[in-house]
């Protein structure tokens, strides 16, 4: 599946992801602490502006009680809307520092959550407001700020050099937890993606399989009525001797069920070849993997050795996984590409090799890991204008080998830094693709497939 067609599945399933309702919680719980906050001040000997207090949490009990109301429990809402609503917790937070210490109140802290939460859930650009105003804001209230004080009228002063070490620390921290919150969700959300995209091709696969099977299937089925029309039509060509025009439909109509049943017979046959049985030779399948790309201008060398070729299953995880990797492998190499077959008592074994200039030495140990460019530039535009260079048909491969217990491997079969006359025939990329012999093998007794000659 192209890369781009896959990229559109994903925006039509992403969507709207955060609640109304999940932000609305977390508020009640953000006010709850405020209150609790400001019960428990009398008992430290605290004074603070209650009035004031009072109307920046009740601003945002009234905004919470209105979205309740006016918006279904179920309501989504956009990128745009999560970052308002972030925007207005983190405004109403800085509000109230403002009147009870700034950056010298120990829940200036709390500034942290709604930049975290933008960095996690809201694209870059969305992230940056957030972060941003996070810091504008934290910057005023630490030097424009009603100071605590105690019941006393005593005002708690702390030296500038302090003031600024906690402004510094503030800062650093909505910097480094928004870069570390976003790291981390755009390497889960890459995943999932990516995952999302391997099942898609799995699923394409899937269907291309069992529309074999259905294609074979039709066409024996039709046989038997296809025969009957034939014999129908011609005792009515004999029935009809000397009627010209009703003996040259009947003969049409004869004609016409010979070519249907020619083509029926293609397509069982190509229903079987696609289908084939259940379980084929080894070589078999890995040919069938690669034959979408064998005659498009690069030479496909395939090595068997001599004997009896393992009989595996016809799993489509594995048609689609090897075709991935010659897709590959056909699409950077120069004029060749080998395919070598291996096999012993304990494992078998694929390796693909082409002569290519093979990986980026800094991006072997990420090979397979989604959204991740994998060739030069310069290789990329001249032999591949259409590639967009990101790495998930690799990914899609190595998963899809991987649930069928296979052990993947990425190397260059060169020096990178050889001469052009210094470099070996096989210079390019290798993957090595490696089973457990048990996770292939058909079981002994397995039947072939149910697909029968058609009786035309």
């Known amino acids: 599946m192209a890369h781009a067609d896959v990229q559109t599945r994903l925006r039509e399933v992403r969507g709207d992801w955060v609640r109304l309702r999940t932000l609305i919680v977390l508020r009640w719980m953000a006010i709850g602490g405020q209150i609790a906050a400001l019960v428990a001040a009398p008992l430290f000997q605290l004074h603070l502006p209650m009035g004031l207090c009072s109307l920046v949490v009740g601003a945002s009990v009234t905004a919470n009680l209105a979205f309740m ?9 956009t990128e745009t809307e999560v970052m308002l609503m972030l925007l207005f917790d983190l405004g109403q937070l ?3 520092l403002s009147v009870t210490g700034g950056t010298t109140n120990p829940f200036s802290l709390l500034i942290l959550a709604p930049v975290t939460i933008a960095a996690s859930a809201l694209d870059l650009r969305a992230a940056l407001i957030v972060a941003g105003s996070a810091v504008a804001l934290v910057t005023v209230i ?3 700020n009603l100071p605590l004080t105690r019941v006393n009228g005593a005002e708690f002063q702390m030296p500038m050099l302090f003031r600024f070490g906690l402004w510094l620390s503030l800062v650093i921290a909505i910097v480094f937890m928004g870069l570390y919150s976003r790291r981390v969700a755009t ?3 890459a995943m999932s993606n990516a995952l999302f995209a391997t099942q898609l091709a799995l699923s394409r696969e899937q269907k291309l399989t069992d529309l074999g099977g259905v294609v074979a299937a039709a066409a024996h089925e039709l046989g038997t009525p296809l025969a009957t029309i034939k014999l129908v039509s011609a005792e009515m060509m004999a029935a009809l001797e000397g009627q010209s025009e009703l003996q040259e439909d009947a003969r049409l109509i004869y004609g016409q069920a010979d070519r249907c049943r020619d083509i029926l017979r ?8 696609d289908l084939q049985v259940k379980q084929a030779p080894f070589a078999a399948v890995v040919q069938e993997a690669a034959e979408p790309h064998l005659h498009r201008g690069k030479l496909v060398v395939f090595a068997v050795p001599d004997g009896s070729q393992p009989m595996i299953l016809r799993r489509p995880e594995v048609i689609h996984g090897l075709r991935n990797l010659v897709q590959n492998a056909v699409d950077f190499a ?6 070598d077959l291996e096999w012993t008592d304990r ?5 693909i090799i082409d002569d290519g200039s093979g990986f980026p030495a800094p991006l072997i140990g990420r090979i397979g890991d989604p959204f991740v460019r994998l060739r030069k530039a310069p290789l990329q535009s001249s032999l591949r204008p259409e590639y967009e260079g990101m790495g998930l048909g690799l990914f899609i491969a190595k998963t899809l080998l991987e649930r069928t217990g296979a052990d993947l491997t990425f190397a260059n079969a060169a020096d990178p830094f050889l001469l052009p006359g210094e470099r070996p025939e096989r210079c390019g990329a290798v993957v090595e693709v490696t089973w457990p012999r048990s996770a292939l093998l058909a079981p002994p007794d397995m039947v072939q497939g149910e697909n029968l000659p058609n009786q035309g």
């Open 334 to 339: 120069r004029m060749r590409v080998w395919v």
């Open 94 to 96: 800085i509000l109230l």
């Open 142 to 144: 630490a030097f424009v």
């Open 69 to 77: 109301f006016v918006y279904p429990a179920n309501k989504r809402l």
């Open 266 to 273: 293609a397509m069982g046959r190509s229903g079987k070849d």
């Open 347 to 351: 494992s078998i074994t694929v390796r």
């Open 187 to 189: 390497e889960i959300g």
